[in-house]
């Protein structure tokens, strides 16, 4: 397969203006820019292309939502937010492709019409974020980013916002409150972003590696994207595997690749001694899959109907010597101190289930408590104000039904069977 | 417009409204912590789960939150579903977590929401076996007790506090389960509208720290429909007494009035009814006696008097009272008047005779810009939270004043102008938006702009600090821009003298006694030897006065130097009518009855005239009370609105000729510097009073020639009655040649808002 | 106190947006950066510049996580202690340098030189356990390797 997103990652710096102007790069602006948005529209349309930040909301309906006659000023927000656990592809984007990225703003500001872009990075990229900004200076030192783009007329100016942290803010309406300067608390919708975001402002909110792929599309065209991926998916995709395997790590691979070939062939299967048990296929915030599920495509439609989400398609594999009610105590610590307060059943539910977690590993679950533990998850994950809390449930809901003879086990000994937590 | 059905039920809606609101106008209660109606809605609490019956196939049910979603035509919902059942249950289960369950030793208990919807919601016991979070609390000042642990992190008080009455010291700290609200410090809070947090929050974490120090079980309270009798404002309020003493005061709601809030001066200034100085027995010559003993000594001289008797009433008493007053001066051939101040009088007169149209505060709430004159929010402090609301709407403010106004910090234009610039600014204006190339500075002119472009614009006036002519000049102006009018009156009752002058009562009474032609006075609830306006004139008149009567519930300098004192029943202790800036008559009732015997002031004015052998006081003070009104407005019910009849009588009163202010002599002019916690009353309540800004002079930086003298420095003030000395404070926002002075610096200087003093830094 | 320079610069950046608060996040970073933390003079700086009261900053240093209100070490070393490092011991490395240390997490080392705190996933996973020390990126920890960090620390703090 033909690198795509990642044919510059083996460079052992990040490619300067030049280099990357030699190796094709701000080609793909130059073709879109020769375009028109609504025909660019539709070539994305054609693909399928889906957002890869976890919500998976195809890009073009997206595009089409807002329409063509939404005032000004319009704002493009890329999110480089990555804080799934599990999910590290974004870094490599960021950190080993700058003016890829700036390219990927670029077109897409241009089919959006859009008059200004803010890159959102979390503050633990800061790195990253400063080789962004070197390369965007550079860029519009050479025209290409700000005030008649290439000559052609169309004005874009890019700010890198570093932010102060928190997994929230990868929500797009908590990430446009941070973006404002407020607290990373989710906004209700409706409205929706692309009628009210930024200051009241029409909105759109994207994933950076959603958006690294669209210029690739528009050069080259919906049919090539498409014939990029196997088992029905379409394009390519960075694929990131972590957790008890041999060789964490991450690779780009026609999207559709089977969740054995990732595991197996790339991440060199589970680790010495051990068995693969379970994993989750898109990052923390989704449900197990099981080995005899490792044959299932990891493409959006195919992991669905096996029973999970795709996610940020980060995959995190427990193996057969850890407690996997440690492994559920370990996901929902995550989700307790990240959530940001607004709404009572993820802010107040999620640490009474950790409670419950806990008190199953130390010896003293109660015979109740798998059961509470599920009629609480029920009761959190419809009731809740933003999609946090459905997604740090999944885990949970999915874990105390596979495992449930562990958890049992938990109960039955008044002890941790795998001798305690770590 | 539609109908949608809620269990079947069917609930008529407006567009645009919400399942909580239509369903609450439907008389349907939707269980909810976090909506508030004057708040409105955040889907935080998830409380007020209903389930949204699927519309088409295949669609699923599912829950949402009655706050947030819109209603529409043909919707189906269900409150008993149990989906719906088991989310709301759910929601009260994990805000009771962490709970502390201190119900029998929380102020809230009773009167809390929290209590209220874990009955209505269920479930009835706890499961939760793990640790509760706990905080430690903060000291928020003498008015507020704070107790975080019972937060249920419903973001009511900061959505209160920042969003609707634009503080900024009280906020949203930490996250997840560990959400914290208040101050970056410990320290009051500063938001004169603080106390509402009391009743704003649903649980116990903000209580009344005042009424906890002698407290009572809410339960245990006599109530009764009362009136504030703090400012002109009229709002509502719910005085709860316990054992005959009155121990805290809430809001009322009333829509028309004060919505659902009132301000920390009367949640807190009630405690003059319990201050170890209030006056309760009647005196005479210097000794106690029984009241009706007193009144017989009073009656006694009254008859033997040489000279004519003078009667002075006030503006923070109520319509029966000065009614009466009135009624016994005409009977006795004497002179009356409700104003110890000619120029105040003028002023109200000016004021209420303007105010026919004048905006509820949901109306100033509403306007699409406002003009403020003078500082509202010392005066009348709803006014001010009304015109935040305005500034929250994104519509633009403008402000003048002379001292330091806090709305000043939201206007898009305001002006630092002194008393006696006041009324030529407002002729200009006019004159600029009746022909816009009229001159004026360049301040102005964008000021005039504003006001010509905005949409419902809305004009507000502190009649004291204008003055008849200012008030003449701001009426003006309001035509000429077709704004809404009001002024902040000197009072809570301050309209309703004005019904009862006549154009040149107070100078009458004045001079009756300089020149001797009255030799006796009967002071009703006002202080014109201490503190009030117009207290110049009247402190050189007291030595020719051979009887001084004063009826009062407060302690004051006038009071003091009675002759004889006859204390009146607080105004909870009584019932009588109030009218407010915009006319509107308000009832209030006796809350509670006192150990100690003491009369309404109709009731004890009636007496006096009865042991002088005046027969119809009583019948003419009614009589001329409800004049204006078809009757006597209940308490608890709507007020009624002063008949149009009235303002003719007030036009007349208003179209007389006024003195003019004279020009101030000298350089510097004194403007009167008030807060949210001033008053007659409200100075004897100890834990406001602590909250009070320090006395100083204050003067704008940078006036002093060659160098300011040090902040801080001793300054000696110098006026007509005397002299005084204070603190030096810079403001840059007092206006040039402007020293700002308190009320009691004022009249020990013996200077109204705009006269004459003078100043120097002490060596 | 900021220099002039440096006041100019803040300003400028809070002017290019609608709202001055958007500016916020990147003044206090800038503080922060130059303080070390964000104590009081910090702050009353930030709010002169972005017109928020000390309060609602307040609101936000105490909801993001990389800002700190009270004094840290000469650097912030944040352990990752999600899943995947979870998994691959970061509950152990957190208790060791504790110990290493000699102050609880999210207390200041007596020296000055670190504090050591657990923080959400740093997108290291396939470095588990991985760290931030300062921005400087560390992955797979042990005790050991655990260990010398900490000392390079303390040696680059005493030099």
Same mark, same amino acid.
């Given at each position: ?422 | ?763 | ?40 003079? @910090?702050? /009353? +700086? ?5 017109? #928020?009261?000390?309060?609602?900053? =307040?609101?936000? !240093? $105490? ?31 957190? @208790?060791? /340098? +504790? ?5 609880? #997490?999210?207390?200041?080392?007596? =020296?000055?030189? !670190? $504090? ?44």
């Amino acid at each position: 397969m033909e690198p795509v997103l990642s044919r510059n990652f083996h460079l052992p710096q990040p490619p300067g203006l030049a280099e990357y102007r030699a190796g094709g790069g701000y080609e793909n602006l130059k073709a879109a820019l020769d375009r028109r948005p609504a025909d660019m529209i539709e070539m994305v349309d054609k693909t399928h292309l889906r957002g890869y930040g976890g919500a998976g909301f195809p890009l073009a309906r997206k595009w089409k939502a807002r329409g063509p006659d939404a005032p000004h000023p319009r704002y493009l927000v890329m999110n480089v937010d990555e804080t799934e656990p599990g999910s590290f592809k974004d870094r490599q984007l960021l950190y080993r492709d700058p003016h890829q990225v700036i390219e990927a703003v670029l077109v897409t500001g241009f089919i959006e019409q859009a008059d200004h872009a803010y890159v959102f990075v979390r503050g633990e990229y800061a790195e990253g974020a400063r080789r962004l900004e070197q390369a965007v200076a550079e860029a519009r030192e050479a025209g290409l980013v700000g005030h008649n783009v290439l000559g052609s007329g169309f004005d874009l100016d890019i700010d890198v916002h570093l932010s102060a942290g928190r997994y929230i803010c990868g929500e797009e309406t908590a990430l446009l409150n941070a973006l404002e300067g407020r607290r990373g608390n989710p906004r209700a919708k409706p409205p929706m972003p692309f009628e009210k975001g930024l200051w009241g402002a029409p909105t759109l909110v994207h994933n950076i590696e959603t958006l690294c792929h669209v210029p690739y599309i528009v050069s080259r065209g919906p049919e090539w994207f498409n014939a990029q991926g196997i088992n029905g998916g379409h394009g390519t995709k960075l694929y990131s595997v972590c957790g008890e395997v041999q060789h964490p790590g991450f690779w780009e691979l026609p999207m559709g690749t089977t969740a054995r070939e990732l595991l197996y062939d790339h991440a060199g299967g589970p680790l010495e001694g051990q068995e693969l048990v379970a994993f989750l296929p898109g990052g923390a915030s989704t449900s197990f899959l099981l080995p005899e599920q490792l044959d299932t495509p990891m493409q959006f439609d195919a992991v669905a109907a096996a029973g999970s989400r795709f996610g940020t398609c980060g995959i995190i594999a427990l193996g057969s010597t850890t407690c996997p009610v440690e492994f559920l105590i370990g996901i929902n610590k995550f989700f307790a101190r990240e959530s940001c307060g607004f709404c009572t059943p993820c802010r107040d539910g999620l640490p009474y289930l950790q409670s419950l977690l806990e008190r199953i590993e130390a010896g003293q679950g109660k015979p109740g408590d798998p059961d509470l533990l599920l009629e609480l998850c029920a009761k959190i994950a419809p009731n809740s104000f933003c999609p946090f809390a459905p997604g740090a449930i999944m885990p949970l809901e999915s874990g105390l039904k596979v495992f449930r003879d562990a958890i049992q086990d938990h109960i039955d000994r008044g002890a941790c069977p795998y001798g305690g937590a770590r | 417009m539609g109908t949608f059905y809620l269990d079947d039920q069917a609930i008529p809606f407006d567009d645009g409204d919400n399942v909580i609101e239509a369903a609450w106008a439907a008389g349907v209660a939707i269980p909810h912590f976090c909506y508030h109606p004057a708040l409105g809605s955040v889907g935080a609490c998830r409380l007020c789960m209903v389930e949204l019956q699927p519309a088409g196939e295949g669609d699923r049910p599912r829950t949402l939150a009655a706050c947030m979603l819109k209603a529409q035509d043909g919707m189906r919902l269900s409150l008993e579903a149990q989906r719906a059942v088991a989310a709301r249950q759910s929601v009260i289960e994990l805000v009771l977590a962490n709970h502390p369950h201190d119900c029998p030793v929380c102020d809230a208990a009773g009167e809390c929401h929290l209590q209220n919807m874990t009955v209505a919601v269920g479930p009835a016991y706890r499961r939760y076996e793990g640790t509760k979070r706990t905080f430690v609390n903060q000291f928020l000042g003498p008015l507020i007790w704070h107790d975080m642990d019972r937060c249920i992190t419903c973001y009511r008080c900061v959505r209160y506090y920042q969003d609707y009455t634009l503080g900024t010291d009280l906020g949203a700290l930490g996250s997840r389960n560990r959400v914290y609200f208040g101050r970056a410090t410990d320290g009051p809070l500063e938001s004169p509208f603080a106390g509402n947090l009391v009743e704003v929050c649903p649980t116990g974490v903000f209580t009344d720290k005042v009424f906890r120090r002698h407290y009572s079980r809410v339960w245990d309270l006599q109530t009764a429909p009362s009136i504030c009798p703090h400012c002109s404002v009229g709002c509502n309020t719910l005085p709860g007494a316990r054992a005959g003493t009155l121990r805290r005061v809430t809001h009322r709601p009333n829509q028309r009035v004060n919505e659902w809030f009132i301000c920390d001066r009367g949640r807190f200034g009630h405690r003059y009814t319990e201050s170890p100085q209030r006056p309760l027995r009647a005196r005479i010559d210097g000794h106690e006696d029984e009241l009706v003993d007193v009144l017989d000594a009073v009656s006694e001289r009254l008859a033997d008097a040489q000279g004519v008797v003078a009667g002075l009433g006030s503006v923070r008493e109520d319509m029966e009272g000065n009614a009466a007053l009135r009624s016994l001066m005409a009977a006795m051939g004497g002179w009356y008047s409700a104003h110890a101040s000619p120029d105040l009088e003028a002023a109200i007169a000016e004021a209420a005779a303007a105010s026919d149209a004048a905006p509820t505060l949901a109306e100033i709430a509403d306007a699409g810009a406002a003009l403020v004159v003078g500082d509202l929010t010392g005066q009348a402090p709803m006014m001010d939270l009304a015109v935040r609301q305005v500034v929250r709407a994104g519509h633009p403010l403008i402000v003048l004043h002379s001292v330091p106004a806090a709305l000043a910090a939201h206007a898009v234009q305001a002006l630092s102008l002194a008393p006696s610039e006041l009324a030529m600014a407002l002729t200009t204006l006019r004159r600029r938006i009746e022909k816009p190339k009229s001159r004026a500075n360049a301040t102005l002119k964008a000021v005039s702009e504003t006001l010509a472009q905005a949409q419902r614009p809305v004009v507000l006036g502190v009649a004291e600090t204008l003055g008849a002519a200012g008030c003449r000049a701001l009426a003006q102006l309001a035509q000429a821009a077709k704004a809404r009018l009001a002024f902040a009156l000197p009072g809570a009752n301050a309209f309703g003298t004005a019904l009862l002058s006549r154009p040149g009562d107070a100078e009458r009474v004045l001079r009756s006694v300089e020149s001797g032609e009255a030799d006796s006075l009967i002071v009703l609830g006002s202080d014109p030897f201490g503190s009030d306006p117009g207290a110049a004139r009247w402190r050189a008149t007291r030595s020719r006065l051979k009887l001084l009567v004063v009826l009062d519930c407060v302690a004051t300098e006038t009071a003091r130097q009675a002759d004889a004192f006859i204390p009146l029943a607080a105004l909870a202790e009584r019932a009588g009518t109030f009218v407010n800036y915009g006319g509107l008559a308000q009832g209030f009732t006796q809350v509670y009855a006192r150990q100690e015997t003491l009369p309404d002031p109709y009731t004890a004015v009636s007496e006096l005239g009865h042991m002088v052998g005046l027969a119809r006081i009583r019948r003419n003070a009614e009589i001329l009370a409800y004049k204006y009104l078809d009757r006597p407005p209940q308490p608890g019910r709507t007020g009624i609105q002063v008949e149009p009849g009235a303002y003719t009588h007030l036009r007349a009163s208003a179209e007389a000729d006024f003195k003019q202010v004279a020009s101030p002599s000298g350089r510097w002019q004194a403007a009167l510097m008030t807060w949210y916690g001033d008053g007659p009353l409200a100075a004897f309540a100890p834990e406001l009073s602590t909250l009070a800004p320090s006395r100083a002079a204050c003067i704008a930086p940078g006036q002093g020639g060659k160098a300011d003298p040090p902040e801080g420095v001793t300054v000696r003030l110098r006026g007509p009655l005397g002299e005084l000395s204070l603190p030096l404070r810079y403001e840059p926002a007092c206006a040039k040649d402007a020293v700002g002075l308190d009320r009691a610096a004022m009249a020990a200087l013996g200077v109204s808002e705009g006269e004459g003093v003078e100043w120097e830094p002490q060596p | 106190m900021l220099t002039d320079d440096e006041r100019s610069h803040l300003q400028e950046h809070v002017a290019r947006y609608p709202e001055r608060r958007a500016g916020a996040i990147y003044v206090l970073q800038f503080l922060q950066e130059k303080f070390g933390h964000l104590n009081d003079d @910090a702050l /009353a +700086e930030a709010s002169g510049l972005c017109g #928020l009261s000390i309060t609602q900053l =307040d609101e936000l !240093v $105490t909801f993001y996580s990389l800002l700190l209100r009270r004094p840290a070490g000469r650097t912030v070393l944040r352990i990752c202690d999600s899943i995947a490092c979870h998994l691959a011991g970061a509950p152990r490395l957190l @208790a060791e /340098a +504790e110990r290493l240390t000699g102050a609880p #997490l999210g207390d200041v080392s007596e =020296d000055g030189a !670190v $504090t050591v705190m657990p923080h959400v996933c740093l997108g290291l996973c396939d470095r588990a356990p991985a760290a931030l020390a300062g921005e400087r990126e560390v992955g797979g920890l042990d005790t050991a390797s655990l260990g010398e960090l900490i000392a390079s620390l303390r040696a680059e703090a005493e030099g």
